[in-house]
């Protein structure tokens, strides 16, 4: 049998889960297109999906479990809102017992406390720069490069509204071989910010923004990743593709020249 | 309404007592409804069933007592998150507790169903005959798949579960393993050649008469 390709090996897993980007999801059907030792994988991915997701293969919980959990919670709802069961309490007095006791024990703060550390996603550590790649790959990975999809700044613009504090520019590039492909929201350096997608031939850039007042000029190489760093409008700038440092520094000076200053 | 008697200072606190009663009943609307999806994972990373069921309770009542602090999102990656958390709790306490090498390697030791899933290979049955296409002429049963699953190593378990099963996407599955988004693929991947191998020397030592 004809061998599926070890190097679209992620990409059919992706393409078989449908979280390819479109622009992915396109790359790997033109090649589907001519591989036949990839057309057959796919076909036993997806059978052996099928095979695990069919019915009586998951443990779904027992009519005994879901009573006892509903119990649990009685009890615990009851702790909460514990009354001395003295005939003839009124309510506003079992309100403010309850009330009472519930700020009184501090062992519930501390076991909320301990559940939401458990919860805390070891992300320390991480700069702006290498989130902002993180950011590109995983928009790149999942089938989240854009939330609006379209080449025209006329509705990318008003999408943002309402969705982001701020007006970011967006400019059509399409002239200079940079035309849009959408924008999205993203989350950077604990902060709600704007990206918009370009593309230049296969590369896709993603454009971060949001409003400071510090940024500063800079362009860099992360992970392979070069990112440029500018400062316009009180917005901080920054581009993360894979595209040569010198067509990205040329998309940065036409951005900037068409943004408002 | 009983607040209308109230002196004013009380007015916050039945604010909060109301808060606490609207809490509860979101609770129940937005968490309750993925016991099945807490039991499954619960179920398929302790290989328990007894277990099972307490890893459950105890994520409940931690995930009522920490509802306060869930942000909205995907309410299934929550509870997910908390009980794969309550697992490894209940793991460290079992391993602590036994003081015996860790409980993946032995964890279906008294199976004998799985045994089978071991012996790679038969005198008998030329391995070139199994290829992937008469694995899939052959209707794979639901307990075998449980089986399959069950003897996969638990970082690979867990991915197919929460994909196949609970059909989180990648970025769900990520926020419950904390893993990055670029390894949710890549173990997805590789947990699914894993559960092909397991399945092919399944076949080549044949199916128990049943």
Known sequence: ???????????????????????????FEQHLGSCGGCAAELQRVMALKQAIAQDQVSWPASPALKERVAAALRRETSMRSALPAVAGT???????????????????????????????????????????????????????????????????????????????????????????????????????????????????????????????????????????????????????????????????????????? | MSHAVLPAEGGTEVRTERAHAEGAARFQDVILPHLDAAHNLARYLSGDATAAEDIVQEAYLRAFRAFGQFRGGSSKAWILTIVRNCHLNWRADQQRRANIEPLESMSHADDPAFEDADISERADLPREEITPETILAQRMEADEVRLVLAGLPEAFREALVLRELECLSYREISDVTSIPIGTVMSRLARARAIFATAWRQRLAAGKKPR
Not at chain 1, 6 to 25: Q, S, T, V
Not at chain 1, 131 to 137: D, F, I, M, N, R
Not at chain 1, 212 to 240: C, D, F, P
Request: proline share 5%; net charge negative; with cysteine.
């Open chain 1, 1 to 27: 049998m004809i061998r599926p390709c070890a190097e679209w090996n992620l990409l059919l897993h992706g393409y078989a889960d449908g979280e390819l980007d479109a622009a992915n999801a396109l790359k």
């Open chain 1, 90 to 261: 009124s309510l506003l007095s079992r309100l403010f017992d309850h009330v009472r006791r519930w700020s009184l024990v501090p062992s519930m703060a501390i076991l909320a406390a301990g559940v939401f550390l458990m919860l805390a996603r070891p992300e320390t550590g991480m700069s702006l720069q290498d989130e902002l790649v993180a950011s590109h790959v995983r928009s790149l990975l999942a089938n989240h490069l854009t939330d609006v999809e379209t080449s025209d700044q006329h509705t990318v613009k008003p999408w943002f509204t309402g969705k982001i504090d701020f007006s970011p520019p967006v400019v059509d590039l399409a002239s200079r071989g940079f035309p849009l492909v959408g924008g999205r929201v993203d989350y950077v350096g604990g902060r709600v910010v704007a990206a918009l997608i370009y593309r230049r031939n296969g590369h896709v850039i993603n454009v971060f923004i949001w409003p400071s007042l510090t940024a500063s000029n800079a362009t860099m190489e992360r992970e392979g990743y070069n990112l440029v760093n500018w400062k316009q409008a009180e917005l901080s700038i920054w581009l993360v593709s894979d595209l040569n440092p010198v067509e990205l520094k040329e998309f940065k000076e036409d951005f900037a020249e068409t943004a408002p200053k």
